[in-house]
Structures are given as structure tokens and as C-alpha cells.
């Protein structure tokens, strides 16, 4: 019996600390959430804050974001085709349950949802998207337009913005707590054994 703090407080260390497989959801500051996956790279979660935008506005847009969104500090940037190789490793069921649509289209009495957004493919003189339609295909094509006049198809087309490798995250307040009662936990337990032996 007075083994249980101890496995209590170790339970709670380990449950805090498993990273979830795949692409989680995430939401460290209210209102802002982020899609984390499994390399660790963060993902605005909402692609829709850059429709509407051509290229240079949404750098710009992504630029106003500044080093810090959703709880989470890092290089936020338009991602790079390596980037969106290892995002695109996953499903198009799983990408689409993990971020918010750039565009939905209620036409027809359907309701039809749209993953579409920009990513860079340095040198190329355009940029490329990456599109989810209805969660049951996932397609990749270029734009064919230039990096410096990228104005077609602005309704939709969102963009997939990440911070790359080596981001660090606020706590969340719960977390923090839960993390120092299971330490608390454990330390009591090592005290009361340690009496019990002398």
C-alpha cells in the first residue's frame, strides 16, 4: 500500500510524457490552436487565416504572426517541399482531421470541405500546393505562377505554415500542475518509505 503514491506519481510522469503518434491537436493559448506531428513540428491549424492572399501577402501575414502563436516559439514559415514530405507521410484522413479547412463549399445542398494551401519550392519560380479534397484524396501539382505575381485563385488557397524543427512550448497551466503533484506524489512516497525502513 505505500508503494501506490509512488506508482501514482510515476504513472502521471509517464502519461505526460508520451508524444502522441501521427498529427495531435494542440491549443496552448485560447483560440490558437497548432497541429503538432510526429518529428515535432509545429502547424498553424488554421489555414484559413491565409486565403484570400496572394504569395507576398501571406508571407506577410505569416511574418505578422511573429515568433510566438498558439503557445509555441519557433521560425514560423511558409513550409518547404521537405517539410510538407514528411507532413504528407501521413493520410489525407489524418491531415484533414488535423487542421481547418482554407475553403468550404455548401453549393448543391453538399458540404464539401477544402485543404488547400501554398508551400515553397525554392528555385523553381513558383510555388506549390498542397490540396485535400473531401478528406478522401490527397494531390499535389504546382501553380504555375510566379513568385512575384501570384495572384490566381485566391478564394481558397490557403497556406501551410510551420515552424520547422526545434520549437519550444509554453506549459499549459493544467499541465504544469498535474506534472507537480505527480512529482509531489512520488515524493512523499519515497519519504514515507524511507521512514518505514529506519
Not at 503514491?5 to 502521471?12: E, M, Y
Not at 501521413?90 to 477544402?114: C, K, L, M, Q, R
Not at 505562377?145 to 499549459?172: C, E, F, I, K, Q
Request: charged share 15%; with cysteine; aromatic share 12%.
Amino acid at each position: 500500500m505505500k508503494r501506490f503514491p509512488v506508482l501514482i506519481g510515476v504513472l502521471v510522469l509517464v502519461l505526460i510524457g508520451v508524444v502522441g503518434a501521427d498529427l495531435s491537436v494542440e491549443e496552448h493559448v485560447v483560440g490558437q490552436k497548432v497541429t503538432v506531428d510526429d518529428a515535432g513540428n509545429y502547424w498553424v491549424w488554421d489555414m484559413a487565416k491565409f486565403n484570400d492572399l496572394n504569395y507576398s501577402e501571406q508571407i506577410t501575414a505569416i511574418d505578422d504572426l511573429g515568433d510566438t502563436y498558439g503557445g509555441v516559439t519557433g521560425n514560423w514559415h511558409m513550409a518547404t517541399a521537405s517539410e510538407m514530405a514528411g507532413l504528407w507521410s501521413n493520410s489525407a484522413a489524418e491531415i484533414s482531421s488535423s487542421f481547418g479547412p482554407s475553403y468550404v463549399d455548401h453549393s448543391w445542398g453538399s458540404t464539401d470541405y477544402y485543404w488547400y494551401g501554398r508551400y515553397d519550392e525554392p528555385g523553381w519560380g513558383y510555388h506549390l500546393t498542397g490540396e485535400i479534397y473531401n478528406t478522401s484524396s490527397l494531390n499535389k501539382r504546382d501553380l504555375g505562377t510566379s513568385s512575384t505575381n501570384d495572384s490566381s485563385r485566391l478564394y481558397y488557397m490557403g497556406a501551410w505554415v510551420t515552424t520547422g524543427p526545434g520549437a519550444t512550448v509554453v506549459p499549459v497551466p493544467a499541465a504544469v500542475i498535474l506534472g507537480a503533484s505527480g512529482l509531489f506524489s512520488a515524493a512523499v512516497g519515497l519519504r514515507r518509505r524511507r521512514k518505514s525502513s529506519c
